[in-house]
C-alpha cells in the first residue's frame, strides 16, 4: 500500500487560510469516507483533528475543516494563528481493512 | 480522561525482538480496539497494525507480517506490540492510539505519549 500524497510543506501568514491536499486512489481516500486528520508538534504524539473527511471532534477549533473530491481529500485552515504551525498528517482507510497514511506536511505561519 | 501510557525506552541490538506495553484509563477497554503507528527520526507516520480489544481480532500492515504480534490483557486494560528480528531500520518511535472495536478503522485517538526504540549493535 502506498503512502498518501501530500505537499512537503505550505506556509501561510497570520490570518490567512491554508489548505493542504492529500490524493490517493479509489482503493482509499475515493473509496470511503473515512479520512481523517492528524496535528503533530515537534516532540509530541499526533492529536486528531479532522474524522471521516469533515468532522470535527469535541475540543479542536472550527477554524479546521475538510472536505473531499475524488481520490483527494483537504484540511482547510482558516485564521492561521502561530500555533498551528504542526506537521499534519492525513489516513484513509483502505479496501484491505488496513490505513495508510499521507507523507506529512510541514506548515510554516510567516 | 481518556489516556494511554506506554512503556519507556528500549534500547535492542540486532535480531533481538522488544514488546511495547501500553495501558489505557479512562474508558471501558473493551469497547474498543488499539492500532499501533511508527515514525522513523525525521519520517512520517507508518501504520503498523491494529487488535480489537473486544474480540482480540488482528490485522497486520503487509511488511511487518511473520515479525509483529498484538495482543491485550483485558484484566489490566493494556495492549502489547511485539517486533521481532529488529533490524536498525526499526529504529523510530512507536505510537498506540485507541481506534473503534470494529473496522472500518476511521479514527485514531488519543495517542499514547509514544516509545523510542533504538536497534543498535
Known amino acids: 500500500q502506498s503512502a498518501l500524497t501530500q505537499p512537503a510543506s505550505v506556509s501561510g501568514s497570520p490570518g490567512q487560510s491554508i489548505t493542504i491536499s492529500c490524493t490517493g486512489t479509489s482503493s482509499d481516500v475515493g473509496g470511503y469516507n473515512y479520512v481523517s486528520w492528524y496535528q503533530q508538534h515537534p516532540g509530541k504524539a499526533p492529536k486528531l483533528m479532522i474524522y471521516?473527511?469533515?468532522k470535527r471532534p469535541s475540543g479542536v477549533s472550527n477554524r479546521f475543516s475538510g472536505s473531499k473530491s475524488g481520490n483527494t481529500a483537504s484540511l482547510t485552515i482558516s485564521g492561521l494563528q502561530a500555533e498551528d504551525e504542526a506537521d499534519y498528517y492525513c489516513s484513509s482507510y483502505t479496501s484491505s481493512s488496513t490505513v495508510v497514511f499521507g507523507g506529512g506536511t510541514k506548515l510554516t505561519v510567516l | 480522561q481518556v489516556q494511554l501510557v506506554q512503556s519507556g525506552a528500549e534500547v535492542k541490538k540486532p535480531g533481538a525482538s522488544v514488546k511495547v506495553s501500553c495501558k489505557a484509563s479512562g474508558y471501558t477497554f473493551t469497547s474498543y480496539g488499539i492500532s499501533w503507528v511508527r515514525q522513523a527520526p525525521g519520517q512520517g507516520l507508518e501504520w503498523m497494525g491494529w487488535?480489537?480489544?473486544?474480540?482480540?481480532?488482528?490485522n497486520y500492515a503487509q511488511k511487518l507480517q511473520g515479525r509483529v504480534t498484538m495482543t491485550t490483557d483485558t484484566s489490566t486494560s493494556t495492549a502489547y506490540m511485539e517486533l521481532r528480528s529488529l533490524r536498525s531500520d526499526d529504529t523510530a518511535v512507536y505510537y498506540c492510539?485507541?481506534?473503534?472495536?470494529?473496522?472500518?478503522?476511521?479514527?485514531?485517538?488519543?495517542w499514547g505519549q509514544g516509545t523510542l526504540v533504538t536497534v543498535s549493535s
Open positions: 487488535i480489537s480489544a473486544y474480540n482480540g481480532n488482528t
Open positions: 471521516d473527511v469533515s
Open positions: 492510539a485507541r481506534i473503534k472495536k470494529l473496522p472500518p478503522l476511521n479514527w485514531f485517538d488519543p
